[in-house]
C-alpha cells in the first residue's frame, strides 16, 4: 500500500483522541546535536477546519485491533480497512514533516495486535529510534498499554514527554458493557504506577540537580472520557475526573463528545455528537481546578446532575446565588472576584493591580474589552451600581447571558 | 515651538532607540517634541531640530518589566512605536513609577496590546512558517522558507529556528529582510519574493493528506479554525487549499454517516483477544497449608467481593497486609493512605515512613514483622488537587473485620500491636479509648495478646514540636515494649 495511502488511514484512526498538546515538558533544543527542540510553550502547527489544533503527527501504528470496543472505529468487528506503518515508515515520516516544520512531535498510539506486550513493545520501538538513532528532540506522547510488561512501560517513559492511558467512559459498567476486553480497576492501577515513576523522576529531579535524573514522562500523564456513548450524566463524568485529577495527577482530562463514525456498532447507532456539552464540561473542568468551585456547587447550577446547556456554568451559579451578588471589585477578596461571571483568571488579577493605585471604575472595565452586559449587574465599582433589582430580576439571565454562538444555528458556509 | 528629529538605524532595534531616548530624557525633551523617523524614510514638515549633544545619559532607573515589554512592542509594525515608547519612559521617570501597574491607563493598555500582537506574530512564525528541502549540487540539502510576517520579528526570532534546526542549513525569506543559516553562523540578507522559494512538493501533497485525514467532519467549527488561523496565513499553507473541499463536503458525510446507522460486524473479524487464563482455583487455596498461598487466596477473595462498602469502588486498589507468615509482631493500622492506594502496599506514606523510623530505633525490624490494616480501601473525599482522608466508620470497620480476623489467623503472631482508636476497635470489637488501655496488653476479641498504641499520623497532625518529640518518644516506647514481649 502507498504510504499516502496507508498515512490517510491511520490519521483517520487515530483523530478520535482529542489529545494533541506538546506543551509542559522540559527545555532542550538541538545545538549540542540532533534534531529539534522543546521551549515549553506548545505550538499548534495547523487548526483543522473543526477547530482543533494539529500540533503532533497524531497516528496509529496500525489500525488492526482484537480488541471490540463499541464506540471505536478500529474495533475488530468494523469493516475499516486496515493498514499498518512499519517502524521504519513512521520514523523517517515523522523526521521528514518535523524537518518542514509541520510538527512538534510524534503523537503515536496503536490498537492492539498479537498482544498488549508486543503491541508496547512495537510503539517503544518508534519513540526509541527516533531518539537515539536519530537525536530526536521534539516532543513524543505515547499511549501506554494498561496491560503491558512494566518494563516497557519504564522505558516508554524514558523517551516519551506525556504518556497516556484512556479512561473512555466515565463509569465502570459502561466499559464492562462497550469495552468487554477492557477493565477499568486495571486502567486505574496502571494509572497510580505511572504516578508513582512520573513523581520519582520529578523528585529526583528536584533533588540533585547534578546528576542526571532518571526520566520519566516529564510531561506528565492525561486521559480522554467519551462523552455521549453511555448514559452517563455530567456529575458522573466531573466525579470521575476530579478522582483522576486528584488521585493520578492527571495533567488533562480530555472530554471527547462521542462523534458519528463511519462503521458503527449497533450498540452506538450513530448521532450526532453533543459539541456544546463537551464545550460546558470543559468550563466546569476548568472551575474546578483554577478556580475554586467545588464539585457540588458547579453541579448545583444546573439541573438533575446535568450542566445547563444554554449559559456557562459558572453563569449558572451565579444565577442561582444572586444573594452573593454583587461584588465590590475594589474591596471584595480574590476568591469572590473570580467567581464573577465574566472575568477570568488573568483578569482578575489585572483588576487586583489597577486597584492599588486608583479607584476601579466601569470605563476600566470596558477598556479592558471585559463583556459589560454579563458583567455589571454582578459587580460594584467606584461608579457603578447596579441598578436597584436588576439582581432579583426575573429576566436577569437574558440580560446578561452572552451571545455564545451556540444558540443559533451554525451557518458556517455562508461565511466563505 | 520646533520638533526635535531622531533618526533612527532600523525599524527594530531597541538598543538604538535606548540609546537616544536616553539623551532625550537627559536633556528633558518632553515626548511631545519628539518625531521619530527610521533611516530612509525622511522625516515630515516639522522636525528638523537637531537632537541634544551626547553626554549626561544617566541611565534612568524604570521597572524591568517595560524593559521587557518595551524590547517586544519596538517590533510592531505601528509608526508611532518609538513615541509611545517614549512618552511611557517620560511618565515613569516624571513621576509615575508605578504607571505599569495600572492596566487600565490608555498608554499602558496599547503598550501590551502591541506586545501582545508582535508575541503572537512571533508564534504565528513558529507555528505556520514550512520549510521546503532543495538538493544542493554537492550533496545535501537546503531547507527554504517563504513567510510574511505581521511586524519587524524575523532578526528576533531567528534564534528559535536555529535551536530547533541547529544541524540543517536553512534559509527563512520574508518582504522585508530574510535570515540565513549554514549551521554555525546565522546572516540576515535583504528581503525577497514568494518566487525565490521552491515550489509545492511531494512533502507537500502527504501532508495535505494527513490534514484531510484529521479532520472530523462531525465537528465543522470553521470560525475556531479561522480566530487561531486567520485567512491571510492560508495563502504560504499548503493545506489550506483543502479546507474549502473539506468543509463543503462535511454536512454530507455526516448525514451519510446518520443515514447509514449501524453497521453489521465484519465477516472476517480481526482476531478475537486472548482470553484471560482462568482465576485459580480460591477454595482449593484457601485450604493450602502453605499460609503464604492462603493470604494471597484471602486478598483475592476479599478484592473480588461483590458486596464492597459503595466507596471502595473510588480506591485504586486493595490495600492487602504485608509481611512473613508466622512473624512474631503483627502491626494493624487505620485504612491505606493517598501513596499506599497508588502503590497497592500498605505503609508506605509519611506515616508509614514514620513508623519505619520508630521500628528501627525500637530495634523491631520490619521485614520480619507483619504490618496491615483495619480496613484496606482508601475512603477519601476528593478536593482539587488531593485526595482528603476520611475516617472509615464502625459499619466499615465491621465489613473488613472478618478478613482481618481470618488475615491474623493465617499469620499466627505472638502478639498483635494496634495503632490508632480504629484498629483496636477493630480487634477488640468494642470502642475503646487508646489512653486507658494504652502499654498494657490486653487480649483481642479472638483471645490473642494485643498491646494498644496510637497510629503514627496522629504523630504528624501534633502541631507543637515539644509535644511531638515527647509523643514519639512513647510511641517507640511502646514499640520496645512489644519486642520485649516476644523476645
Known sequence: MALKRKLGILADAAKYDASCASSGTERRDSRGGGLGSTEGMGICHAYAPDGRCISLLKVLLTNACVFDCAYCINRASSNVRRARFTVEELVALTLDFYRRNMIEGLFLSSGIIRSPDYTMEQIVRVARLLREEHGFRGYIHLKTIPDADPVLLEEAGRWADRLSINIELPRDESLRALAPEKDAPGIRRAMAAMRLRIDAAREARRAERRAPAPRFAPAGQSTQMIVGADGADDAQVLGTSTLLYAGYGLRRVYYSAYSPIPDASRLLPPAPPPLVREHRLYQADWLLRFYGFELAEILAGGQGGMLELGIDPKLAWALKHRERFPVDLDRAPREALLRVPGLGKKTVDRLLSARRHAAIRAADLARLRLPLRTILPFVVTSDHRPRGGVLDRADLRARVAPDTGFTAAPRQLALF | ?487
Open chain 2, 1 to 487: 515651538m520646533e520638533g526635535i528629529g531622531i533618526l533612527l538605524p532600523g525599524p527594530a532595534g531597541f538598543p538604538a532607540w535606548r540609546a537616544e531616548a536616553r539623551r532625550l530624557l537627559a536633556a528633558e525633551i518632553p515626548p511631545e517634541q519628539v518625531e521619530w523617523r527610521i533611516a530612509g524614510e525622511g522625516f515630515g514638515l516639522f522636525g528638523t531640530a537637531p537632537p541634544p549633544a551626547a553626554g549626561g545619559e544617566a541611565a534612568p532607573r524604570v521597572p524591568r518589566r517595560f524593559v521587557a515589554l518595551a524590547e517586544v512592542a519596538i517590533r510592531h509594525r505601528d509608526p508611532s512605536r518609538f513615541a509611545l515608547l517614549y512618552r511611557l519612559l517620560w511618565r515613569l521617570a516624571q513621576g509615575e513609577p508605578a504607571l505599569l501597574e495600572v492596566p487600565t491607563d490608555p498608554d499602558v493598555l496599547r503598550l501590551e496590546a502591541m506586545a501582545k500582537s508582535v508575541g503572537r506574530d512571533a508564534h504565528k512564525l513558529h507555528a505556520f512558517l514550512r520549510f521546503r528541502p532543495v538538493a544542493l549540487p554537492g550533496g545535501g540539502e537546503h531547507h527554504i522558507a517563504w513567510f510574511e510576517p505581521e511586524h519587524h520579528i524575523l532578526e528576533a526570532e531567528a534564534g528559535f529556528f536555529v535551536r530547533r534546526f541547529a544541524g540543517l542549513r536553512w534559509s527563512i525569506l520574508t518582504p522585508a529582510a530574510s535570515a540565513h543559516w549554514d549551521g554555525e553562523s546565522l546572516r540576515m540578507g535583504p528581503g525577497a519574493t514568494r518566487r525565490d522559494a521552491p515550489p509545492e512538493d511531494a512533502g507537500d501533497a502527504l501532508w495535505r493528506s494527513y490534514y484531510a485525514a484529521v479532520f472530523n467532519p462531525a465537528r465543522l467549527k470553521p470560525a475556531a479554525m479561522r480566530a487561531e488561523m486567520p485567512m491571510r496565513y492560508w495563502r504560504n499553507l499548503p493545506e489550506a487549499q483543502e479546507i474549502p473541499r473539506l468543509m463543503a463536503e462535511a454536512p454530507r458525510r455526516v448525514a451519510e454517516m446518520v443515514a447509514r446507522g449501524a453497521t453489521p460486524p465484519a465477516p472476517r473479524r480481526q482476531r478475537v483477544a486472548v482470553q484471560p487464563a482462568p482465576a485459580s482455583d480460591v477454595a482449593a487455596a484457601m485450604d493450602s497449608d502453605d499460609p503464604r498461598t492462603a493470604l494471597a487466596a484471602l486478598a483475592r477473595e476479599l478484592a473480588g467481593r461483590n458486596d464492597l462498602p459503595p466507596w471502595s469502588a473510588a480506591a485504586t486498589q486493595m490495600v492487602f497486609g504485608e509481611g512473613s507468615p508466622g512473624a512474631p509482631l503483627l502491626f494493624v493500622g487505620e485504612q491505606p493512605g493517598d501513596e499506599e492506594d497508588i502503590a497497592g502496599r500498605p505503609f508506605v506514606g509519611p506515616a508509614g515512613r514514620l513508623f519505619n523510623r520508630a521500628l528501627d530505633e525500637a530495634g523491631i525490624p520490619r521485614d520480619r514483622s507483619y504490618v496491615t490494616n483495619a480496613v484496606k480501601h482508601f475512603k477519601f473525599t476528593p478536593t482539587g488537587r488531593r485526595r482528603l482522608h476520611q475516617s472509615p466508620d464502625a459499619g466499615d470497620i465491621a465489613y473488613y473485620r472478618p478478613f482481618l480476623q481470618r488475615e491474623i489467623a493465617l499469620v499466627g503472631p505472638q502478639l498483635v500491636v494496634s495503632l490508632g482508636a480504629t484498629a483496636l476497635r477493630a480487634l477488640t470489637g468494642r470502642p475503646l479509648a487508646i489512653n486507658k488501655t494504652r502499654g498494657e496488653v490486653i487480649r483481642t476479641e479472638a483471645g490473642l495478646p494485643l498491646l494498644p498504641t496510637v497510629h503514627p499520623s496522629y504523630l504528624l497532625r501534633l502541631p507543637d514540636p515539644a509535644a511531638k518529640e515527647r509523643e514519639y518518644a512513647r510511641f517507640v516506647a511502646d514499640l520496645r515494649a512489644a519486642h520485649r514481649e516476644v523476645a
